[in-house]
């Protein structure tokens, strides 16, 4: 076979380059040119009040511990996490998203609905110093059950869905007594959100909002998030109720119809791999959505920051403006607080603050 030649032929100079090829008419690169030009033309911008801090509470006081693997993410009790709560505030975030970790896990996840549990206190603590602070707490059995899964099982070891609605109506109304504004169920029960907002409405509770995990899928990503709460299951996984990740149709089913029963927003869970989801969701369903950049992907663009191999102002930037260009309305992130930090009042536009 008869090899080609590849000697490299000097390029011509200047004008004569290609000459008498038409030169390119739209040239889309001259609303690049100035970052006044490209401020002007910025079609999505990320807020502070855009971002939901999530946030871990567990018991006792003066307790304040940094997870494994999420640095600069804290678990802490109710003393410490109104403290940090308020240097957030100062910073302009005014939403927070609580977890709880109990004394105590039981089968029955008694600490769910106690009324002193500490998912509790911590709404009364922080709706008592900051009125005006946005509080929503998470709804699952996960972080109170002995076994780990997301709600009560029944004999064969398989989760009852209609006896955890229950549960988690008790869990709500606790929440809704101590002020919470709104709960937000990561159970992925079915019905669940028609039972929460008639259990609420009967007890009087009309204000109290549902931001509905009506899509989650059982991710991979959620592993740092299950070493903060302790919450990884004994046996099994998450599969019979998260939804499955090559699924998106099923996404626009969940969101429709917890949409008909009465939730407030919508979330869909995880971020990064599933910009597409709300994107379709956004689409299809007239309420507010919230992405959750989770656990896993805050690890990630941290590890690769200690490790020199991102810029992670630049990364998270990017990623939160990503989430908007979606179509999310609000964003749940570990990265709120640096966030704020950093765009203290200026919304950000992924590039270059405004
Ligand atoms: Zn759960």
Redesign the pocket.
């Known amino acids: 076979m008869k090899l080609l030649r590849s000697v490299p032929q000097p390029m011509p100079a200047g004008p004569d380059f290609a000459s008498g090829a038409p030169l390119p008419r739209a040239r889309p690169r001259r609303l690049r040119r100035t970052p006044a030009l490209r401020a002007l033309v910025c079609e999505h911008a990320v807020a502070v009040s855009d971002l939901i801090e999530p946030l871990f509470v567990v018991p006792g006081r003066g307790v304040r511990q940094e997870v494994p693997s999420m640095p600069g993410v804290f678990v802490q009790s109710v003393d410490r996490l109104v403290e940090d709560v308020r240097e957030g505030h100062d910073l302009g975030l005014r939403a927070v998203l609580l977890f709880g970790v109990p004394q105590h896990k039981d089968e029955q996840a008694s600490e769910l609905a106690d009324p002193r549990g500490v998912v509790q206190r911590a709404i009364g603590a922080l709706k008592r110093e900051l009125p005006d602070l946005l509080v929503i707490a998470d709804l699952?059995?996960?972080?109170y059950t002995s076994h780990g899964?997301?709600?009560l099982l029944d004999e064969r070891g398989v989760i009852d869905n209609d006896r955890t609605l229950a549960l988690l109506a008790r869990g709500a109304l606790s929440y809704a007594a101590c002020g919470v504004d709104m709960v937000a169920p990561?159970?992925?029960m079915d019905g669940r959100v028609a039972y929460l907002r008639h259990a609420l409405d009967e007890a009087g509770h009309l204000e109290t909002g549902i931001l509905s995990y009506a899509v989650k899928y059982a991710s991979a990503l959620y592993g740092p998030f299950r070493d903060a709460a302790q919450?990884t299951p004994a046996f099994g996984d998450?599969r019979t109720h998260q939804m499955d990740p090559p699924n998106a149709r099923e996404a626009i089913k969940e969101a429709q119809l917890d949409a008909a029963e009465g939730a407030d927003m919508i979330m869909v869970k995880p971020a990064l791999g599933y910009l597409d989801i709300v994107w379709r969701v956004r689409e299809a369903v007239n309420l507010p959505v919230a992405a959750y950049s989770v656990s896993g992907e805050y690890a990630m663009l941290k590890a690769a920051a200690r490790n020199g191999w991102i810029d992670e102002d630049r990364a998270v930037d990017e990623l939160l403006v990503g989430c908007k260009r979606a179509g999310a309305d609000a964003i749940v992130t570990y990265f709120a607080r640096s966030f704020a930090r950093r765009h203290n009042g200026k919304p950000h536009t992924g590039g270059r603050t405004r």
């Open positions: 699952c059995a996960c972080e899964h997301c709600g990561s159970d992925m919450s998450r």
